[in-house]
């Protein structure tokens, strides 16, 4: 028997995610029904457009992990955590009719899960596997605790998250950072891997070192060119990359470059997307009830996220649309960030 996994693809919490979903499966699902069974796995990112197509499907369960909900029959598993978790009402309705009534649950309530509150949709999958299914996630507790500090960015310092020297960031950049000719394949090798293996083995892989050079002297470049372009104005970080087509970049640069900022938003242009990115600096000494919430921000242009970060997928060939809602979030975010404390 067969089981997909689709993940949130460039996301270390999405490869977290997919990875303990698969050993779930085989442990609690696949070993007790004494059939074997094949794993295999497809990102999904967010784009301007449809999500989904229903060509991709596999034969047997499929299984979504650390994104958007689909109402589709064809939906065995899924796990999210996201404030923008449900497309549309009517996806979220068709969600809720499938969890049933509570004292009787529906057939979708042991199988489809959603909780926002959860700092990354790995400890998610990890709690219900425990306490639902008894799988014993001692084990993992490495990769759950990465997968929340680089999710929630409860990093210690900037610092910490932009020089990257653990194990787990640098899996962070070959992951997010991957040229996309090449992240489906590098995703499909060390997926499995994940659960495996100490994360430091992970990064020791040839096929990861083989990007990681590469990729550690685009990061560096990145940091230069925000440091070029950024510029920070009541409490707002910006800057334009769309002339310097790029797969990603670690969000958390604005913020090193400029400590004093409470929000950030980034125009960048990928091969499929012109994105604009959404951020609250994790180290902002604001209190949270006087932030904003960006997730609810970026709903209002078709994009998404959490209270804290949140994206915006725009068509590649057409900047302006980006551009008119990065004028717009700027200049709501600066009324934000100077609007006085709430009583």
Not at 97 to 104: R, V
Not at 179 to 184: I, L, R, V, Y
Request: charged share 20%.
């Amino acid at each position: 028997m067969n089981c997909r996994i689709f993940y949130h693809d460039k996301c270390f919490d999405g490869a977290c995610s997919a990875s303990l979903f698969t050993r779930f499966h085989r442990e609690c699902v696949a070993r007790p029904s004494g059939h074997p069974w094949q794993y295999d796995y497809q990102g999904l990112v967010h784009r301007a457009g449809a999500l989904f197509d229903d060509a991709w499907w596999g034969v047997g369960e499929n299984a979504i992990v650390d994104f958007k909900y689909s109402p589709s029959p064809r939906l065995t598993w899924w796990f999210d955590h996201h404030q923008s978790a449900f497309a549309s009402a009517q996806d979220e309705a068709n969600f809720r009719a499938g969890q049933g009534n509570p004292s009787s649950p529906g057939p979708q309530a042991m199988r489809q899960f959603f909780d926002p509150h959860y700092t990354s949709c790995t400890s998610w999958i990890a709690h219900i596997a425990s306490t639902k299914f008894g799988m014993d996630v001692a084990p993992l507790k490495d990769l759950i605790y990465w997968a929340d500090i680089v999710d929630g960015a409860r990093y210690q310092s900037a610092t910490a998250a932009v020089e990257l020297l653990e194990p787990a960031m640098k899996l962070t950049l070959v992951i997010e950072s991957a040229p996309d000719d090449q992240a489906g394949s590098i995703s499909r090798k060390f997926i499995p891997l994940l659960t495996e293996m100490p994360l430091q083995q992970v990064l020791e892989q040839p096929f990861v070192q083989h990007l990681l050079g590469p990729l550690l002297d685009q990061h560096w470049a990145a940091l230069d060119l925000i440091r070029q372009r950024s510029v920070c104005e009541q409490g707002v970080i910006s800057f334009d990359i769309t002339d310097q087509p790029t797969e990603g970049y670690n969000k958390f640069i604005p913020y090193y470059l400029h400590p004093e900022a409470t929000y950030n938003v980034g125009l960048s242009k990928s091969s499929f997307r012109t994105k604009v990115s959404v951020g609250t600096n994790p180290w902002t000494t604001k209190p949270a009830s006087d932030l904003a919430n960006i997730a609810a921000i970026c709903e209002r242009f078709g994009g998404g996220g959490h209270a804290r970060v949140g994206a915006i997928s725009f068509p590649v060939d057409q900047p302006e649309q980006a551009r008119a809602a990065v004028t717009q979030i700027i200049a709501e975010l600066k009324a934000a960030s100077t609007q006085p404390p709430k009583p």
